[in-house]
């Protein structure tokens, strides 16, 4: 359960809120149990009324007070349900964005070698089934389970002020039990077979979502009915596995119900005692059994919730195992040079995992304010050392120091949203005049000032509403926005012309006057000013 420790910790940073949503819930079920127990005493009133009408013994009924109590609590009822449901709604909605905001900076700290290791589909599951797991825990697990205590407790207090306190125990113990059972026993009875659940889910879905992408692959070999009936395997073994868990799950809610009836039946024969000596009428003896039927509602929704708290375990446990920060998995920290230098390489070797190295004993050791170029031809291992100096990969041997960097990518990545959102990603106290000054210097100022948004215009998805050209000036515009003492640039003239490039490496020499950049590219022409050149064999 120590997975969740820090999810949880981000939830509970909105106590009040969870607080208040509680209370709405607990007004909810409290006006229905309200509502069960005072029909059914003012049925058994009205009913021993009629008895003693038809003997010919004269007796007053009072209708307006049960009768105004069953209508505020239906009244109530439906009030804070409906309150609840809004609110709630919400909350988990604030929930989902912390823990999306969280996870997010996570992974933007997190080693790239791990992240490396998983699949777009396995990604897709992170951040949409895992995430879900995890914000919607409060209302499924947390909520309930607190809230079956306290009606719990208030029936007991109930039935310790209309019978007495040895009822009250009794019926303490008795939904103790369904309490445990419902909730401890349910979990313990399914955390390894849910846990499991989860795993398989994602492999499965990676495994149909790479049997859909590689088709037509699948197709030319004359392998689709083959992966297709493997796929169709693994999926009746998750459904096999999965009717194990809900089987268990039933049991323990049927048993939990077993439970809270013979409470009931406790009551109407303990109260039923007290009726003949005169303690309690007969109203008041069958309103206790009708409030404690009523706990049914709240505990039907325990035994399904532990039963799916083994996955949300597991969620949390992938998501902190791929979101960890390098200083969390055994790598340290980037150490910072000597002051008089920006960066210092000492026998660095670049691999990939499974494969053998594709950069080795590479020393560079660069000065402060100095702008080296790195040229080699495609597969010479430039945006892998890249990677390296910039932190996203860890060598795998050597030692290196740098300051703090921004860096450049050779892959052009814009978000679906607008330009100004995209661009302050680099500098998010950057003003709209900085944003322009930018602009200007990668020659994009004109074509954002004719549109009708300028600093607001909607970029499409991954740039769609941009050429590969502009595209590319935007995220260098990103890039010169941030400041890092220390700038890598791989490639930053991909898809832009000869004259575009040349002017646009002028403005760059008075833009980045003062800091350290490492700038890569196949050939010198694609370079823009620099001290001195490395070439990679």
Same mark, same amino acid.
């Not at 939830?11 to 009040?16: A, C, G």
């Not at 002051?339 to 590479?362: E, M, N, Q, S, Y």
């Given at each position: ?7 949880? #910790? ?9 607080? $208040? ?11 229905? !149990? ?18 003693? $009408? ?25 009030? *804070? ?13 604030? /929930? ?37 797991? $995890? ?18 407790? /208030? ?18 113990? !008795? ?16 955390? #390894?077979?849910?846990?499991?659940? *989860? ?64 409470? %009931? ?30 706990? #049914? ?19 949390? *446990? ?17 150490? %910072? ?36 170029? !790195? ?11 890249? &990677? ?27 978000? &679906?949203?607008?330009?100004? #959102? ?9 003003? &709209? ?15 954002? %000032? ?45 898809? $832009? ?6 002017? !646009? ?25 620099? &001290? ?6």
């Amino acid at each position: 359960m120590r997975e969740l420790t820090p999810w949880l #910790a981000l939830i509970f940073q909105r106590p009040w809120r969870l607080m $208040l949503g509680g209370v709405l819930i607990l007004a909810t079920l409290a006006s229905g !149990i309200g509502l069960l127990a005072l029909s059914g005493w003012f049925i058994t009133d009205t009913a021993l009324a009629g008895i003693l $009408l038809a003997a010919g013994t004269q007796v007053a009924v009072n209708l307006y007070v049960p009768g105004g109590g069953i209508r505020f609590f239906a009244v109530s009822r439906t009030v *804070a349900r409906y309150l609840e449901r809004v609110y709630n709604h919400d909350t988990v909605l604030r /929930l989902l964005t912390d823990i999306r905001v969280a996870l997010f900076r996570k992974l933007a700290g997190a080693n790239r070698t791990g992240q490396s290791k998983l699949s777009g589909a396995q990604w897709l599951s992170r951040l949409t089934s895992d995430v879900d797991a $995890l914000d919607t825990i409060y209302l499924r697990v947390i909520a309930p389970t607190a809230l079956a205590g306290v009606i719990t407790l /208030l029936v007991a207090l109930l039935a310790w002020v209309l019978f007495n306190g040895a009822v009250a125990l009794g019926l303490l113990v !008795i939904t103790a039990l369904a309490f445990v059972l419902a909730t401890v026993a349910v979990y313990v009875r399914t955390r #390894a077979p849910s846990y499991r659940q *989860a795993d398989r889910q994602e492999e499965l879905r990676t495994a149909v979502v790479e049997h859909i992408e590689g088709f037509a692959e699948l197709r030319a070999a004359g392998r689709t009915g083959r992966h297709g009936a493997w796929l169709l395997r693994q999926a009746h073994q998750m459904n096999s596995e999965q009717v194990e868990v809900d089987s268990r799950v039933g049991w323990h809610q049927a048993i939990s119900h077993l439970l809270i009836n013979l409470c %009931a039946v406790f009551a109407l024969w303990a109260g039923y005692s007290l009726f003949e000596t005169g303690a309690i009428s007969g109203p008041v003896l069958v309103l206790l059994p009708i409030a404690i039927l009523g706990l #049914a509602e709240v505990y039907s929704m325990l035994p399904e919730a532990f039963g799916k708290l083994g996955s949300t375990v597991s969620a949390a *446990a992938r998501l902190n195992r791929d979101a960890a920060p390098p200083g969390e998995d055994g790598k340290a920290e980037i150490p %910072a040079p000597a002051d008089d230098l920006a960066l210092v390489a000492r026998d660095i070797a670049v691999r990939h995992v499974g494969f053998a190295p594709v950069l080795t004993h590479f020393d560079l050791t660069l000065a402060r304010s100095e702008r080296v170029g !790195i040229l080699g031809r495609s597969g010479s291992g430039k945006s892998s050392l890249a &990677d390296t100096l910039a932190g996203l990969q860890p060598p795998s041997r050597g030692e290196l120091a740098r300051q703090p960097c921004i860096y450049l990518t050779q892959q052009t990545m814009l978000f &679906d949203d607008t330009l100004r #959102a995209n661009l302050v990603l680099g500098n998010p106290a950057a003003t &709209d005049a900085e944003l322009w000054q930018v602009l200007e210097l990668v020659e994009l100022g004109d074509r954002f %000032a004719r549109e009708p948004e300028q600093l607001d215009t909607w970029l499409g998805n991954t740039g769609s509403r941009l050429s590969g050209g502009e595209a590319r000036r935007v995220a260098l515009a990103r890039v010169l926005l941030n400041p890092a003492p220390l700038v890598i640039l791989d490639e930053p003239f991909t898809g $832009l012309d000869a004259d575009t490039r040349t002017r !646009i490496s002028k403005r760059l020499e008075r833009w980045l006057e003062g800091k350290s950049v490492i700038s890569l590219a196949h050939g010198s022409e694609a370079l823009p000013a620099t &001290d001195r050149v490395i070439h990679l064999e």
